[in-house]
Every structure is written in C-alpha cells, then in structure tokens.
C-alpha cells in the first residue's frame, strides 16, 4: 500500500482544514489507517485511525471531538477533518496503515507498514 497526504496549509485559530489520505494498492480494506502528527521538538502522536472492516472509530484524548476520520474503500481514501484548530494543532500530519491490526494497538506507530510523507498543518494565533 502507497499513501499520499494531502490538504495541509497554514489556517487561522478556530478554523478548520480537512486533510486527505490517498491509498494505492491492493487489499485497503483490509488496512486500519490513522493520522499521526509531529511538532518540531516533540514526539510523534497518535491523532485518529478508522479500522478495517467494522470501520470503529478511534480518537486521540487531546482531540476532544473536535477532529473526525472517515474512510471511503471504493475511493480509497481516508479523510481527517479539523475543526476548532489552535495553535498548538501545529504540526506534520502523517497518514499510516497497518494491516489487520487489534484494537489495543491502533495509536501504536511501530504497528503500522506504510506511511504517507506527511503535510504541515500551520495553526496561527
């Protein structure tokens, strides 16, 4: 599986950008996918992934409903979309996919295979 991100770019606090995660290859289905993010300086977090088949929903705890993920397989595609963006959103945004993966290790990065090359969101003040 190749993973392209794309949709990132600066936004003023409070907005909203929605990023975009573009797969090829064979099998998507059967891939979890997720957005990471890294700050300059800090490690990489988890932000969100949406699991294969049931496509159960998972959320990192700073997102506090403010992001939702979805997927759409004939597409191939996953979506992240940001809303109520502050300054401290800032950061490269990473889409990955792991294939088959259980449910305790979906904010896990060493579980995932494949990675997209990542687009800088800009959350200005």
């Known amino acids: 599986v190749q993973l392209q991100a794309s949709g990132g770019g600066l936004v003023q606090a409070g907005g909203s950008r929605r990023l975009s995660c573009s797969a090829s290859?064979?099998?998507?289905?059967?891939?979890?996918v997720a957005w990471f993010r890294q700050a300059p300086g800090k490690a990489r977090e988890f932000v969100s992934a949406?699991?294969?088949?049931?496509?159960?929903?998972y959320y990192g705890d700073f997102v506090k409903g403010r992001f939702t993920i979805s997927r759409d397989n004939d597409k191939k595609m996953v979506y992240l979309q940001m809303n109520a963006l502050e300054p401290e959103d800032t950061a490269v945004y990473y889409c990955?996919?792991?294939?088959?993966?259980?449910?305790?290790?979906?904010?896990?990065?060493?579980?995932?295979?494949?990675w997209g090359q990542g687009t800088q969101v800009t959350v200005s003040s």
């Open positions: 290859g064979r099998f998507f289905i059967n891939y979890t």
């Open positions: 949406v699991k294969y088949g049931v496509g159960t929903l």
């Open positions: 990955a996919a792991g294939s088959f993966l259980h449910d305790h290790d979906n904010g896990a990065d060493q579980y995932y295979n494949f």
